[in-house]
């Protein structure tokens, strides 16, 4: 064998290994002859024509995205700045458009994203943007598809990551809510001092209620214990004017007594001596003696007082019939 046949082997193999070339899973790649199309080559070792077929380019079908940052204003002037991240990819059966149509497809979605951006967001207020942002990234997404789907693009999803207001303006939105929020916190602390107040006023009602009952219980006792005693000084011989005078001198000595135990009481009853409590009990049985005696006095005015009004209506009745007796004796 002879050079000139290892050279044409070499030359061979060169143009065998130069024909074949392989292709990455999610990968198209575009063949071109003499710089036209030929066609669209999938994942796997495919083949070409040495010197006459080239590869113009590859188109990666995975799902790319791309992060778009507009600057617009609100309805309500404020300046806002908003991350749009939008999801894309090639369209299998439209490699052929994606990659001749579009010289930079991430330009033209770019441009897209700030002509709908900067046509919705001016019409909302900005706590709108921030409540409403799905619906800017519907809006973004719907464009797109209309537009992107001639160059053999789909948008998978479009997503507004990011709403970055102005300095001032967030520093002034922090200030309203910490106020909302001690206003709020304000108002729960109103309602629950007031809920206090009621409840204290509530028990102190019901402790005086329960300290009247208790005092009137008390009062009632005593009153029994009087009567009681009153009963007893009178089954051996003494009145009811002389047992009453006779129990508040005993219940005077009780509370002296009661009075004198404590060491350190400074409180002082005057008259504080041994006749001035003979002649509280005098003037008691005094007093009991002259009520009587006016009650008395009293109860015979008022039975003479009945009396004299019953006299005069039997005079009235008399009158009466003698009246209507001469009446009729006329008629007759």
């Known amino acids: 064998m002879n050079i000139s046949t290892y050279i044409i082997i070499f030359f061979g193999i060169l143009a065998l290994l130069s024909a074949l070339f392989i292709v990455k899973q999610q990968t198209a790649a575009i063949i ?38 507009v600057e617009t204003k609100t309805k309500d002037d404020v300046f806002t700045k908003l991350k749009i991240s939008v999801q894309y990819k090639v369209i299998q ?19 897209y994203v700030f002509d709908v951006v900067r046509a919705v967001v001016p019409k ?4 709108d943007v921030f409540e409403k942002k799905d619906e800017i990234a519907n809006a ?7 537009a992107m789907g001639n160059y053999g693009y789909d948008i998978i999803r ?25 206003k ?25 209620r329960l300290q009247g009952q208790g005092i009137a219980d008390q009062r009632r006792e ?22 009453s005078a006779l129990i508040v001198v005993t219940q005077h000595y009780d509370t002296l007594q009661s009075i004198g135990e404590e060491t350190n009481s400074n409180l002082i009853l005057l008259p504080n001596s041994p006749q001035a409590g003979s002649d509280m009990l005098n003037n008691m049985v005094a007093s009991f003696t002259a009520s009587n005696q006016i009650g008395e006095a ?11 009004k019953k006299i005069n209506k039997n005079n009235d009745e008399d009158n009466k019939g003698k009246g209507d007796s001469n009446v009729n004796a006329q008629i007759d």
């Open 298 to 308: 009293m109860k015979k005015e008022n039975l003479k007082s009945a009396a004299k």
């Open 222 to 243: 005593i009153a029994r214990g009087l009567e009681e005693s009153v009963d007893v000084l009178n089954n051996v011989g003494i009145n009811s004017q002389e047992a």
């Open 124 to 127: 909302m207020k900005l706590d």
């Open 93 to 111: 059966d439209k490699v052929w458009e994606a990659f001749y149509k579009l010289d930079s497809p991430q330009d033209q979605i770019t441009s």
């Open 32 to 69: 071109e002859r003499f710089g036209r199309f030929v066609g669209v080559r999938h994942p796997g070792l495919r083949i070409k024509i040495p010197i006459i077929d080239r590869i113009a380019g590859r188109v990666s079908l995975r799902v790319l995205q791309l992060d778009v940052i």
């Open 184 to 208: 709020v916190a304000a108002q729960y602390e109103g309602d629950a001092a007031r809920i206090l107040i009621v409840e204290k006023a509530k028990a102190e009602a019901e402790s005086k």
């Open 158 to 182: 479009a997503l507004v990551t990011d709403i970055d207001p102005d300095t001032e303006v967030k520093t002034s939105m922090n200030r309203i809510n910490a106020a909302e929020r001690e």
């Open 140 to 146: 973004v997404k719907g464009e797109l598809n209309d």
